[in-house]
């Protein structure tokens, strides 16, 4: 993984000589004021006053961000002659840099590339993009290792992921302390998500890839161990640090090395948050029991013994469907313990009116560990509803 990790307390030193090696005058994109309250900011904005480096903000990007970010963001970059993308924030805003700097050496618009990325097909490959320098302030999304992005279309109510190699940030300051200001509700949906990530890549078909399994078996258990803690005890370090460092894990290539599967939850729950804008590990916490209980069966149920005997602790000897209905059962119950919402209603979608559009959208047939059809997905939104 070529992203340049500076992890551990104080590693905002870093951040000048970071810029420095990829340019000198910087976009400096951030949320809607979280960095403003928790000093974050201050000590940025700080770093690159005494530096000399000159900046240019873009700010206010919110959860789900939205194309027309990244078109403002490209103008800026654009109009001041600027060389590096500092994003300052989590996924949202990791997100919107990576497509400023990819649509910046792109004429049309940035859509196009979404759309392109998104489906794998040509015309418009990326080969080349601002550099990314990123300060992480949430465990979460993972984006600061990965070469992905997911945008929110707000005229065509879409969103949808895409990735290309040169958007991986080529840097990125960890400093956990920063973390310390998430709100309990951000911290646990930051939990879910993480362990999403995981999931996604540890239920697959291929076999023997052992040691995959037992990096996600060990990023998920890293999540069960310090996720109450974080939430209970927002500034306890070793929880902080270990879940931030999770959250880069579960998703920066390693652990789908070799045993990679197409990802179907993930596309589900855009759809709730393009429809509905709700926060993305809120509509995961929603569908994951269901997304495992679909993909349960007689065939598939060793996958889900394993999942239980070494993350859950459940005990081996017991009936194979007994252990897998167990495992999910106790994911479940560690999201309730965390707070989550268990329902769609409960995150404001009230009716299966768009249901059917959505899940066409959703469909992911080939390379998945369990195929998702359009009927599928629609039975898995009503009995989340
Ligand atoms: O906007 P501000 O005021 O900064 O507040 C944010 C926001 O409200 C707040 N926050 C962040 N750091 C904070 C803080 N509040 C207090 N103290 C801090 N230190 O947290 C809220 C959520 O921020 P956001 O960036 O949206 O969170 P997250 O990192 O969970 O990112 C979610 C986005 O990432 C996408 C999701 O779809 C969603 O749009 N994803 C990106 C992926 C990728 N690039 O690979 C993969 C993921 O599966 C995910 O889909
Ligand atoms: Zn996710």
Known sequence: VPTKVHFGKGQISHLAEEIRAHGSKVLLVYGEGSIKRNGIYAAVTGILNEGGIEYVECGGIVPNPRISSARKGIALCREHGLDVVLAVGGGSVIDISKAIAAGYYY?????????????????FPVERALPIVAVLTIAAAGSEMDPSAV??????????????????????????????????????????????HAMESYFNNVPGAYLQTKISEAVLKTC?????????????YEARANLM?????????????????????????????????????????????YWLRFMLSGKTAWRFVEYGVNVWGIDGSLDEMEVARRSIEKTKAFFDQLGMPTTLRQIG????????????????????????????????FRKAL
């Not at 004429?107 to 040509?122: A, E, S, Y």
């Not at 929110?152 to 310390?180: A, C, H």
């Open 151 to 196: 945008i929110n279309n707000e005229d065509t109510w879409d969103k949808l992921g895409f990735g290309y190699s040169p958007m991986r940030p080529v840097s990125v300051i960890m400093d956990p302390q920063y973390t310390y200001s998430v709100p309990r509700d951000q911290t646990a949906m930051g939990v879910v998500d993480i362990m999403s």
């Open 349 to 380: 979608i009230m009716d299966d009116r768009d249901f059917a559009v959505m899940a066409k959208k959703s469909e992911r047939l080939d390379g998945a560990f369990v195929p998702l059809s359009k009927e599928a997905i629609v039975e898995i």
């Open 107 to 123: 004429d049309g618009d940035p859509w196009d590339l979404v759309l392109t990325g998104h489906r794998k097909m040509p015309p």
């Open 224 to 236: 069960v161990r310090y996720g109450m803690r974080a939430c209970e005890e927002p500034r306890d």
């Open 245 to 289: 460092w999770a959250s880069s894990w579960a998703i920066n290539s390693m652990i789908a090395r070799g045993c990679r599967v197409v990802w179907s939850l993930h596309p589900m729950e855009h759809e709730l948050s393009a429809f509905y804008d709700v926060p993305h590990g809120a509509g995961l916490a929603v569908l994951i029991p």
